[in-house]
């Protein structure tokens, strides 16, 4: 996936795709050792000082 990032006074928004490796206990699922790799998007919302004020994270979490 090609990265983007994309941002304007109060908002940015960045595509990429995060990468692992499944080598550790996630909740109830034990390590496979299988590697990942899922497109995601995190879009943020910055106040008038440009702090940021709310983060929210998509990403894929059904594709094998």
Do not use: I
């Amino acid at each position: 996936m090609q990265h983007l990032y994309l941002s304007s006074d109060d908002h940015s928004v960045a595509l990429s795709t995060m990468t692992g490796v499944h080598d550790g206990p996630f909740g109830p699922y034990p390590a496979t050792g299988s590697k990942l790799a899922r497109p995601w998007c995190e879009v943020m919302r910055y106040d008038s000082s440009g702090r940021a004020v709310r983060c929210d994270y998509f990403y894929d979490t059904t594709t094998a």
